[in-house]
């Protein structure tokens, strides 16, 4: 993990720098892809991600490293055979795992987080699910595990992998000729991402397209069908946190209140999206009309200092992750989950606020004030004399909290706030 901390101390910042690039491309060119809110939206949820892979907090039902020991034929070097082989075994198991979660309701819940927002950008690619099970990530690989590549070699490879995704995730770059025949291209995802009925469920291939054309899973882009982004169910929200449980809450809430037994069961494994008769019947969900024809984007009105509160709030979350990720070696595993809850806290805070939720001024309250406290425990003494500089900036931050908060409240009466 600690390895993985230092990479992304350098891949932030270049994510980051692309993003900026593309935002003011988009300007200069009068193409716009961002708006405000979606984009920090997207931004908080590529942190919850990084938190989430910082602590620890995938579900392996079968290790890898177990297949590899039982099944493996060959002993290999580390050579540059092992690691090509090693790649497309990688993206095979990835296509598989991606069909999965779109075919399965139980499994659509660790994917609905990338295909939430209504824009489609790169930003957008840095929503990545924090409630991953990846049990079926292992049994995909067993060609890898079969041919006896090691475990260190997937670890390496992983981050790699996942970075080759995130540049086809842009409305600037058309086709690309003979590139479309291998490779995923912008315009292959932005099919993928989209919600017209001839696209949903296709271009499901991570890097090379040619899993999609093999498995019947392949759709061009058409001129004359202009992608629509987002989820045929809008997830109406900005926090991540609750977008990545929304789809779980659903299905929870179905299979109680059905009743057959058979009902509560199938559920998780029927086709994303089915209920029982009898809860459609009973608990009709809110149709927010033609998601494709007339999409209603989920846009709540921000005046300037809620628009100031956002940025504050997304800026100190931030500079607070960076500095978690270059200590991180230096912190105890109870101080890293400490961190970490805290970071997710915040991210949930802010979001929340920005959905204009009356009980998210209260918990932003009960946040700072509950930092402050913990903060003056003498058990965390040691932080003070070794961090004096992040020490005083979690109290301005707490403090500056809290005023903002306040100044919240009272613009209440004059604001939205009808959730």
Known sequence: MEAYAAILLWAIPAFMVLVIIEIFYGHFTHKQTYTFMDTLSSLSSGMTNIIKDLLGLAIVLIPYPFLEQKIGLFDFSNTVLVYSIAFICMDFASYWVHRLNHKVNLFWNTHIIHHSSEEFNLACALRQTISNILVFQAVFLLPSAFLGVPPKVIITLAPLHLFGQFWYHTRHIGKLGILEYFLVTPSQHRVHHAINPIYIDKNLSAIFCVWDRLFGTF???????????????????????????????????????TQRWTDKLKIWFMPTGWRPQDVLKKFPRFSYGDPVNDQKKYAPHYNSFWKSLAIFHFVAIMILLLFFLSEFDHFSNLIRIGFGIFLLLCVFGFTALMDLH???????????????????????AFFNQAYPLFYILFFIYFGVSLLLTYRAFLQHPSHPLTH
């Open 219 to 257: 759709q061009e882009e058409l001129e004359s069908e202009p992608p629509v982004y987002g989820t045929l169910k809008p997830v109406r929200s900005w926090n991540p946190l609750w977008i990545n449980f929304q789809h779980l809450w659903g299905i929870l809430q179905d299979a109680w209140h």
């Open 358 to 380: 009356k009980w998210a001024l209260g918990f932003e309250v009960f946040r700072a004030l509950l930092g402050i406290e913990l903060l003056s425990l003498p058990q965390l």
